[in-house]
């Protein structure tokens, strides 16, 4: 018999701050109906001046370790997915690791914008399926608000802050079915975050907000999104009717809307918490996962299709029985 990958505990960490729409609408030229309709979203959490990546990955971190009922220092691995760390280096896994008091464990980032998630649990399912690692933490934090141009009404309307987390251990019972994760670096310029520091006469970047051409991504978003469905399905030799709950990056109900419907569900079994969060990158999937085990929506047993799409591109899925 194989070994999977277990969730065993999840976690998750919102700043108090909100931002409304109506509070952005005073920052720029925008309205609620016009944001709200677009995108779905009505208010986003905005992280205080004392928080970091790092400080909200430990809050959903001790979450999940405490609902899991293990020590930390029984974590083999710690993989965090983060595109606005607290320094380049040490990543924020490492700094994560010291908050959690545990020296023995292996700790780092992984850079993979919107997708990081799932990518991150892509590296931990193939740990704990090759036997190296038993138990490894997974977290998505992400610090949005330091990275978006609140002059810029394309981009600032979108994200928000905060951090999700998942615990995984191997087990004899499933787990994780299977991840899939794919990137194609040609799109660019359609969405990136600068680097200013680094960033040479070629690129001319000297601020380090996010810069996003909404509409291309939008399209190439819902085209691939619907492709790594049938990948998933077919992977797994399953028809759509096999998954219960899809749990969607949350960056637009439009977007996760037109997933739904590829896969023929309603929008009942599908976890959006972007409403009052925005897209908080990497952390969307891993929160909106915690959010909808936390209320009794997923039981055990259950088949979940998470899914997400970011710069890079990068997109990825993970086909899990809870
Ligand atoms: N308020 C009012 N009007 C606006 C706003 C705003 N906040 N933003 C744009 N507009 C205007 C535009 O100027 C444009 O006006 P025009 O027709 O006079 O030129 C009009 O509204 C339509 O603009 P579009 O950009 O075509 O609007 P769209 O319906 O595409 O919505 C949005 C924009 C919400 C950004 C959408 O494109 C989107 O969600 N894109 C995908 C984002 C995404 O998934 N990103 C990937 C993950 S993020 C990551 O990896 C970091």
Known sequence: MGT?????GTGGYLPE??????????????????????????????????????????????????????AAEEIDAIIVATGTPDRVYPSTACLLQHRLGIQQCVGFDVQAACSG????????????????????????????SRVVDW????????????????LLEASAEPGVLSTHIHSDGQYEELL??????????????D???????????????????GRIVDETLAANNLDKT??????????????????????????EQVVVTLQHQGNTSSASVLLALNEAVRDGRIQRGQILLLEAFGAGFTWGSALIKY
């Open 4 to 8: 999977y990958a277990r969730i065993i």
């Open 17 to 70: 701050s909100q931002r409304t729409n109506e509070d952005i609408s005073l920052l720029v030229d925008t309205s609620d109906a016009w944001i709200l309709e677009r995108t779905g979203i009505k208010s986003r959490r905005i992280a205080a001046a004392d928080e970091s990546a790092a400080s909200m990955a430990e809050i959903a971190a001790r979450q999940a370790i405490e609902v899991a009922g293990i």
């Open 117 to 144: 998630s799932i990518f991150a649990l892509s590296i931990a399912d193939q740990y704990i399926k090759t036997g190296m690692y038993r138990k490894v933490l997974v977290v998505g934090s992400e610090i949005c």
């Open 151 to 166: 002059t810029d009404r394309g981009t600032c309307i979108l994200f928000g802050d905060g951090a999700g987390a998942l």
């Open 192 to 205: 990136y975050l600068p680097n200013p520091q680094v960033a040479s006469a070629l690129t001319k970047d």
């Open 207 to 225: 601020v380090g907000f996010i810069n996003m051409r909404g509409n291309e991504v939008f399209k190439v978003a819902v085209n691939t999104l």
């Open 242 to 267: 096999a998954i219960d709950w899809l749990v969607p990056h949350q960056a637009n109900i439009r977007i996760i809307e037109a997933t739904a419907r590829k896969l023929k569900m309603s929008m």
